[in-house]
């Protein structure tokens, strides 16, 4: 059996450093045309609480390419948190 390759992205802070991520899921909300991203980081201990970071995103032409918005609204946020939940739900299941 072999293992999926979960896909990984590098974003960098406010002091220009590195950071990889592990991408736990995307999705675009057809409501408001907007598309959303959760992040973890890779370098995260297993006996550590998770830290899931979200971001509101556009696609610059190719996925290679991709601006990060941070969430402000708290209605963004409860929509992510909701989603985040749903999936969670369905990885228990």
Request: charged share 40%; no cysteine; net charge negative.
């Amino acid at each position: 059996m072999s293992l999926e390759e979960k896909e990984r992205i590098i974003i960098p802070d406010e002091n220009g450093e590195e950071h990889l991520f592990e991408v736990l899921f995307n999705f675009d909300v057809d409501q408001t045309g907007n598309s959303y991203i959760a992040v973890v980081p890779v370098d995260q201990k297993d006996d550590e609480e998770v830290e899931v970071f979200a971001f509101r995103y556009e696609d610059q032409n190719n996925e290679d390419d991709l601006s990060l918005f941070q969430i402000e609204s708290e209605e963004e946020w409860e929509m992510v948190e909701e989603m985040l939940n749903t999936l969670t739900d369905e990885e228990t299941n």
